[in-house]
């Protein structure tokens, strides 16, 4: 069983940055790979960013390809979200992932965090 838990999020400008944090529980995080998707209200969930169990391969949605970066720490069982030029349309509750990846799918959900982007 893995447990995560999201932070970071915030009330921030158009164009500002803003940096998630997802702590995992668990011995067995470097071996899982990590992602984030979002939600805005009235919307889907979407996928946001990936990266493998290594660090090694990095996914990203088209939309934050660019502005979004995806980072871990094995040491930590910590994954990043760093966000820079945000947008409005960024505003999303934003949940931690964890399982066997991209083409697997994902096992374990944190509760979210909030990020609002004011224009």
């Known amino acids: 069983q893995v447990q995560l838990v999201e932070s970071g999020g915030g009330l921030v400008q158009a164009g500002g940055s803003l940096r998630l944090s997802c702590a995992a529980s668990g011995r067995t995080f470097s071996s899982y790979a990590m992602g984030w998707f979002r939600q805005a209200p009235g919307k889907e969930r979407e996928f946001v960013a990936a990266?493998?169990?290594?660090?090694?391969?990095?996914y990203y949605a088209d939309s934050v390809k660019g502005r979004f970066t995806i980072s871990r720490d094995n040491a930590k069982n910590t994954v990043y979200l760093q966000m820079n030029s945000l947008k409005p349309e960024d505003t999303a509750v934003y949940y931690c992932?964890?399982?066997?990846?991209?083409?697997?799918?994902?096992?374990?959900w944190g509760q979210g965090t909030q990020v609002t982007v004011s224009s």
């Open positions: 992932v964890c399982g066997g990846g991209v083409a697997t799918g994902w096992d374990y």
């Open positions: 990266i493998s169990w290594s660090g090694g391969s990095t």
